[in-house]
């Protein structure tokens, strides 16, 4: 705004952006390849991974919509065993990771608008609730859909075995990274906007002339494809699947991480998706005292930040940049700050 | 004040061979066994500015409230520019050209100043989701534009200094007038603002009664707003109804509804021998 504030164009933004991306792949993948990460910490890495893209999708209902849903793991399940179901009929090549995503990633979206559009009626505690009851539905189906219906589809309780391992840690990330830009970029368009309308005022939505209903059931359903990717990763990354790893605890965690990041702010719910899955796994003597951790954790972030350890507050390395390029050329003057 | 007659509409000359922006025929609500609205007619001419008034819990609110649609009208007629709104919702009601502002302020308070006027310019903009998502040239020829008038907007206040600031973090009357501009960015062919000048000083009311002038003459669109504020509603209505439990008890021009004894009486009581 201001006029002798320095600004970085667009395209180097994005060029600075993709090449820090490209090497921050490129050296982890080599660093794994060439085992100096030891296979069980590139597990970890993974599943930190697939905890990023489930936070930050949560984080469009929980933060940028302002609601509660509870049944995050549910969509996450939709999208595992579709996913899986057809990865397993299809063989492994090339092509069956992003075919596999994008058939879980949509089977959980189509999940997201049958729930969506009526649990989208109600507010606050009631949405909680019901999207609950379909989460706990969802892992009650999966446990019991061959004995009631007599197909060989899920295997219930003895669990699917044999999925093609096809997630690795150049796959997983790259998905993160499409996931956080799509999301960021719908997040800065007008149809973000409505969606942040919406959380911060509905009437005056309405009074703008936003489609509330319309943008309420966009967000939720843009977070369960997310959620249905996550969900093929998860499955292409143990390569067994059984309904109880996607039980109500697991919603939990995943709010856990959305909430103790920040509610709206993406770098908080990627920050805190790496710290509360790679903590557990650094301190395994301790991981039965994981929720314990999380509840005290919790209570504590919630005393003294209620909005999150980022609150709202997103990182922008371009505009840090900015800052920094402009208080070096104001060193004698008073510096001057470029809003934010 | 013989004759008054309550269905006629009262229009500015200048607007008088035009369609009128907004006519109500008849209008009434029922709030179960309460009659919070009847008979409520009125018409505004194409850039008139028009005032509501009445003493509290009138009904004043309620006929915004039944004008934008936010309540479904038990009886009578809105027509908006010679159009029935009867099946239309609060989001169409605005796209058809009303826009309003809110007694108790709802702005996007977590949002910027600029953001809150972005979004009143929502259905200006008209990229899809894909090309958002991709950034493609038009998202960004279109974000350009809107931005720009945003800015634009916002100077009618002297507030393009503050488009980066948290719109909860302004002071009151800052507040007031980011309604108002939110209001404007939907591109309206009528504004109604409820009490626009509540908790400003007089004279933020005497810059507030310039602003809305200026706004009718730049922008051509006709406004209606409810004020207690007597000096603003005087100073710059050229048509005033009075509203008291519902009905109108008068209209007519600012002179007209200050002589009426009716009026005196609504506010006052009866035995009217204080000054106005």
């Given amino acids: 705004m201001k006029k002798n504030y320095k600004q970085i164009p667009m395209p180097v933004r994005y060029a600075i952006n993709i090449l820090l991306l490209i090497v921050f792949l490129v050296v982890v993948n080599g660093l794994i390849e060439s085992k100096t990460i030891s296979f069980s910490d590139s597990k970890i890495i993974m599943l930190i991974g697939i905890n990023i893209i489930l936070a930050v999708s949560l984080n469009i209902g929980t933060g940028y919509l302002g609601q509660l849903p509870l049944g ?43 729930i ?42 003895a669990s699917l075995k044999n999925i093609p391992k096809t997630t690795t840690f150049l796959n997983t990330f790259v998905v993160v990274i499409i996931t956080c830009f799509v999301i960021h970029t719908m997040m800065k368009s007008r149809h973000g906007r409505a969606i942040l309308s919406i959380r911060e005022n509905e009437i005056a939505a309405e009074s703008c002339g936003i489609k509330t209903t319309y943008y309420k059931t966009l967000g939720f359903v843009v977070s369960a494809f997310f959620a249905g990717v996550a969900g093929s990763l998860y499955a292409g990354y143990l390569g067994i699947l059984s309904p109880g790893s996607f039980g109500f605890m697991k919603s939990i965690e995943i709010l856990v991480m959305v909430v103790l990041g920040g509610m709206g702010s993406m770098i908080g719910s990627v920050a805190s998706a790496t710290v509360l899955t790679a903590l557990p ?60 | 004040m013989s004759g008054r007659d309550l269905r006629t509409p009262i229009i500015p000359e200048r607007d008088k061979d035009k369609t009128p922006v907004l006519e109500c025929v008849g209008l009434g609500i029922d709030f179960g066994g309460l009659t919070a609205v009847d008979d409520f007619n009125m018409t505004i001419g194409r850039t008139e500015i028009a005032g509501l008034i009445g003493p509290n ?26 159009k029935n709104t009867a099946n239309m919702n609060t989001i169409q009601v ?27 310019l929502h259905n200006e903009m008209k990229y899809d989701l894909l090309s958002a998502v991709t950034r493609l040239p038009w998202y960004w020829k279109e974000e350009k534009i809107a931005r720009r008038r945003a800015l634009e907007l916002l100077s009618i206040f002297c507030m393009e200094d503050l488009a980066e600031q948290k719109a909860g973090s302004l002071p009151y009357g800052a507040q007031r007038r980011l309604e108002i501009v939110r209001a404007l960015a939907t591109n309206p062919s009528l504004l109604l603002l409820d009490e626009p000048a509540a908790g400003m000083n007089p004279s933020e009311t005497g810059e507030l009664m310039e602003n809305i002038r200026k706004i009718r003459d730049t922008f051509k669109i006709a406004v209606l707003l409810i004020e207690h504020d007597m000096s603003l509603v005087m100073g710059i209505c050229e048509g005033i109804v009075v509203l008291n439990y519902g009905k109108i008890i008068a209209k007519g021009d600012p002179n007209e509804v200050r002589n009426d004894p009716v009026v005196i009486e609504a506010y006052l009581g009866k035995k009217g021998d204080i000054p106005c």
Avoid: C
Avoid at chain 1, 81 to 110: D, E, K, Q
Avoid at chain 1, 127 to 142: D, K, P, Q, S, Y
Avoid at chain 2, 57 to 64: D, E, P, R
């Fill in chain 1, 72 to 114: 995050h793991a549910g969509f996450m399940a939709v999208g595992a065993y579709a996913s899986a179901i057809l990865m397993r009929n299809i063989g492994a090549s090339w092509l069956t990771i992003p075919i596999g995503m994008i058939f879980g990633g949509l089977v959980a979206a189509l999940f997201g608008l049958i």
């Fill in chain 1, 116 to 157: 969506g559009i009526p649990a989208l009626r109600l507010k606050g505690d009631y949405l909680a609730i019901i999207t609950l009851g379909f989460g706990e539905i969802i892992r009650v189906v999966l446990l019991n859909i061959d004995d009631v219906l007599g197909f060989k589809l899920t295997y219930g309780a």
């Fill in chain 1, 281 to 340: 796994e650094m301190l395994r003597t301790f991981a039965s005292y994981r929720i314990v951790a999380y509840s005290l954790l919790l209570i504590i972030v919630m005393i003294f930040k209620p909005s999150g350890l980022m609150g709202t507050y997103d990182f922008s390395l371009s505009h840090l940049l900015e800052k920094l390029l402009n208080s070096k050329r104001s060193i004698g003057k008073k510096s001057e700050k470029g809003g934010r």
């Fill in chain 2, 57 to 82: 819990g009138a009904g004043k609110t309620t006929v915004f409230n039944l004008l934008t649609k936010v309540y479904k009208p038990t009886r009578g007629e809105i027509l908006l520019e010679g």
């Fill in chain 2, 94 to 120: 605005n796209k058809a050209g009303i826009a309003r502002t809110f007694q108790n302020i709802r702005l996007f308070k977590e949002l910027t100043v600029l953001d809150n006027v972005l979004i009143g």
